[in-house]
């Protein structure tokens, strides 16, 4: 990546004021403690043991890739779905399926339990049931138990982080990458880290910066600004989504020198890119620092499954990036992937990341190996891509991601034309304010690479008509041909195909110069 010349002084002179200060905390690391063969515990996998650079792969879609998208539910969980009473889980029965059924042998499966499938998680790769998945999260459970429960500055850092770490780096080709526990708490960290200057280190004119956050942004960008905010030393600016002749109007007013940009990759609730090339000249253009939440991109977008940027090749424009590994990577937790400066800096004033137990083992090892098998079984991400394509093509409306927001407009609406799905077998979430505008409230279908044709062409014969007749009148995105992309192994036209190519081999060119 390419430094702000602006920020790279500033971050040289508080990191050297930390270390004055002896505020530079450490990140060290624990050797994971390993069972020996004699051990009992040993022997629960069997000779036949994943380890971590042995992953097993496979060429198509296995029953495995089913349960990620198909659960069961009691007929009476499932009554309470339907309920317009709100509850906080009490009355869900902790039932599983086999002790429900022994209940009541004479009774036939379908009038027990409901068949749901979803269209409402974000588990786009499907490889949160993959054997090697979940293979490498019990090998390290039993050769490691959780692990050491501590924050990771204490003792809750392993070789099993750093590993992922490392591979998180290499994915999203920057020098180094932090983990942390959730994709919330990154960006929290991140956020709140650029307002964390001791006191006494630096004048007020080098304290002082701007925020200028995308109106639709992820609710833990914003509190994060809001929290940074709360320092007195930052002005935030809310710029139209993905408007950037209004972002460029701000830039130019804004006095300080200072700047920041903060934007999601792939927008959660309307499915549409952040405008990539267009940030990245405004940011040779100011100077800004540019952050990128990359949740919804990351594994799903570049052929190398590097994100976003990588996909409209950008990533040397991009100086910070926020991740999760509950969405793609199919387990759980976040990171963010940057310079070795910026880790060291975020580690040191990050406080979600500093007062946070590290990640469990477990968790780490298998998004490790989640990152192996999307390189490895790369057409999960074909066809998460056909199935974007598909539901276009039957919903009539112009989709650019695996994220389809239907504008409904009223809530009660919304929540009847979800129940309505529910009733005839597909789990489509009726998302509501204050999660979007007053007005503009809609079903969020959401494509896993594990969603068969048949699962859609279901699920279109159960959209009523007077939805599918919303979808297709909702107000256009006006998209434009910068802010779509595919993978190459889709693209028709082979002039296309290589042009595409060409510019990804150019970015990764720059990138080697520079790393």
């Known amino acids: 990546m390419v430094s702000s010349q602006v920020w790279e002084g500033w971050l040289d002179q508080v990191l050297e004021d930390l270390e004055n200060l002896q505020l530079n905390r450490k990140l ?3 050797n994971s403690s390993s069972a020996p063969a004699n051990h009992p515990q040993a022997k629960i996998l069997g000779e036949k043991s994943l380890s971590q650079e042995n992953i097993q792969t496979f060429r198509g879609l296995g029953p495995w890739d089913r349960e990620t998208v198909e659960v069961l539910v009691s007929q009476a969980d499932f009554q309470e779905w339907l309920s317009d009473k709100s509850h906080t889980g009490q009355r869900v029965r902790i039932e599983d399926v086999q002790s429900y059924q022994s209940r009541y042998p004479d009774v036939s499966s379908a009038k027990l339990l409901h068949k749901l499938c979803l269209f409402s998680g974000n588990d786009y790769l499907g490889l949160s049931g993959h054997p090697s998945v979940r293979a490498a999260a019990a090998k390290a459970a039993v050769e490691c138990g959780m692990g050491p429960r501590g924050a990771a500055l204490i003792c809750g850092y392993t070789d099993y ?3 992922l770490e490392l591979a ?5 080709h920057t020098e180094d990458c932090l983990l942390c526990p959730t994709g919330f708490a990154a960006n ?13 280190t630096l004048p007020p004119v080098m304290r002082a910066y701007a925020v200028f956050s995308d109106s639709f942004n992820h609710a833990s960008i914003i509190d994060g600004v809001r929290l940074a905010q709360k320092s007195g030393q930052v002005e935030v600016f809310q710029y139209k989504h993905s408007d950037m002749v209004h972002l460029e109007k701000l830039l130019q007013e804004c006095k300080l020198e200072r700047k920041v940009v903060v934007t999601d990759s792939l927008f959660s609730m309307d499915g549409d890119f952040a405008p990539m090339k267009a940030l990245a000249d405004l940011r040779r253009k100011y100077n800004f620092l540019l952050i990128v939440d990359d949740a919804h991109g990351t594994l799903v977008c570049g052929d190398d499954g590097g994100g976003v940027a990588e996909a409209f090749s950008v990533e040397r424009e991009v100086d910070i990036y926020v991740g999760t590994l509950s969405k793609a990577f199919g387990c759980h937790g976040g990171f963010i992937a940057t310079s070795r400066k910026w880790k060291q800096w975020i580690q040191s004033r990050g406080r979600s990341f500093i007062f946070s137990t590290a990640l469990p083992i477990p968790v780490v090892a298998a998004a490790y190996a989640a990152i192996s098998v999307a390189r490895e079984e790369k057409w999960r991400q074909r066809i998460l891509w056909e199935r974007v394509r598909q539901l276009s093509v039957g919903l009539g409306v112009d989709l650019v991601s695996p ?4 504008i409904i407009g009223s809530a009660d609406e919304a929540v009847s034309a979800s129940r309505e799905l529910l009733k005839s077998g597909f789990h489509v979430f009726a998302i509501r304010p204050p999660t979007v505008p007053d007005g503009s409230s809609r079903l969020r279908i959401t494509l896993s690479a594990a969603h068969t044709e048949a699962d859609l062409q279901a699920l279109m014969a159960a959209l009523p008509s007077w ?15 910068s802010c779509r992309w595919e993978p190459s192994a889709l693209l028709v036209n082979s ?10 081999d150019a970015a990764k060119s720059l990138l080697r110069t520079r790393l």
């Open 467 to 481: 939805i599918k007749e919303r979808a297709r009148s909702r107000p256009s995105l006006n998209i434009s041909s």
């Open 403 to 406: 994220i389809a927001p239907i």
């Open 161 to 163: 982080h750093r590993r």
């Open 495 to 504: 002039q296309e195909r290589e042009q595409q190519s060409q510019e990804r």
């Open 188 to 200: 929290m960290a991140v956020m709140t880290a650029l307002a964390g200057i001791p006191k006494g």
């Open 28 to 30: 060290l690391s624990l």
């Open 168 to 172: 998180l780096a290499d994915l999203k």
